[in-house]
């Protein structure tokens, strides 16, 4: 199943190695944007996402990474559920 996964980010070199980390391990179905904080249309989805710094990792609206990631990136079902366990996102309503 793809996955959209959002990549808020600063422009900063640990934004860049996060995006570089997901990149390299997402499969070719899986989307990837980054999102740059300073974009006026980024900061609504910041405000319900809870995003306070970056960089920042939303997958499919219900998984939230912050910083970069400790782990290796491998997209599949499994991964994806230890994220979901791990990793959890409670949005903001509005």
Not at 55 to 83: A, H, N, Q
Request: with cysteine; aromatic share 8%; glycine share 10%.
């Amino acid at each position: 199943m793809p996955h959209t996964i959002q990549v808020f980010s600063g422009g900063c070199e640990l934004c860049k190695a996060a995006a570089e980390i997901v990149e390299a391990g997402k499969c070719k179905d899986c989307k990837m944007e980054v999102l740059s904080v300073e974009d006026g249309k980024t900061k609504s989805l910041m405000k319900r996402y809870s995003i306070g710094a970056v960089p920042s990792i939303v997958i499919d609206g219900k998984i939230k990474v912050v910083g970069i990631p400790t782990f290796p990136w491998f997209c599949g079902d499994e991964f994806y559920r230890m994220l979901g366990n791990r990793y959890s996102l409670r949005q903001k309503s509005g």
